[in-house]
């Protein structure tokens, strides 16, 4: 079955780093989307990429699409404490169906 | 709107007990998931419904049940809990045309 595999699994970085997190799929995928889960909390969609080789940026979080639609990324620039979390990649290749990466835990240090 | 909600917060089970974990919402989503999240793990899917009866197995189905016999409404039940369904069980839910995904808030499992 598809496999979506998410690479570090922790990041610690002091406030004012950036941080990146990596997703691979195991097979080309229709959409990918992004989640964040603070501790505790529940996921909290953050946004969905279509186009192959696409970019988007939110404020200072910028995610990427693959050319091939097999791989995303999530580049966090200057990160705040208010980053902490676990950010999840979400991949579909049919059907509404998703599958989760393993996600990156995000802490930083003030 | 509410938006997902899920009931209980909280439980604790003993091996062999069967248990209704609730999840409705009020958005008028035609899909409904049902997601298990081990602690430090991603989220795997148990069960799903694209409407009103209709429901389908995910990745890890074994020991779950499901019905939808209403849009809002989207059950799952645990028949003879065993200790590997401790979990944090999460429902969530999509809009017709979209493939974004609202959660609820979690229900945590504990089986003893």
């Known amino acids: 079955g598809q496999q979506v595999m998410q690479i570090p699994q922790y990041q610690h970085v002091q406030e004012g780093e950036d941080f990146t997190t990596y997703c691979n799929s195991s097979?080309?995928?229709?959409?990918i989307q992004w989640y964040k889960q603070r501790p505790g909390g529940h996921p909290v969609f953050l946004i969905q990429?279509?186009?192959?080789?696409e970019v988007k940026k939110q404020k200072r979080l910028t995610f990427q699409f693959g050319e091939a639609k097999k791989n995303s990324s999530l580049h966090i620039t200057a990160t705040q404490t208010t980053d902490v979390g676990t950010y999840f990649c979400a991949g579909e290749t049919s059907g509404s169906r998703l599958t989760f990466g393993e996600g990156t835990q995000l802490t930083v240090n003030p | 709107n509410a938006g997902v909600t899920q009931t209980p917060k909280f439980r604790i089970l003993k091996i062999g007990q069967s248990m209704t974990l609730q999840c409705t919402q009020d958005m008028n989503h035609n899909y409904m998931y049902w997601y298990r999240q081990d602690p430090g793990m991603g989220l795997k899917l148990i069960y799903y419904?694209?409407?009103?009866?209709?429901?389908d197995k995910g990745e890890v189905p074994n020991g779950y049940n499901v019905s939808r016999s209403t849009t809002e409404d989207f059950p799952l039940r645990l028949e003879l809990a065993a200790p590997s369904q401790t979990s944090v069980y999460f429902c969530?839910?999509?809009?017709?045309?979209?493939?974004?995904?609202?959660f609820g808030p979690g229900t945590r499992l504990l089986v003893l």
């Open positions: 419904s694209v409407g009103a009866g209709i429901t």
């Open positions: 969530a839910s999509t809009p017709p045309g979209q493939e974004t995904q609202y």
């Open positions: 097979t080309t995928l229709s959409n």
């Open positions: 990429l279509v186009k192959s080789g």
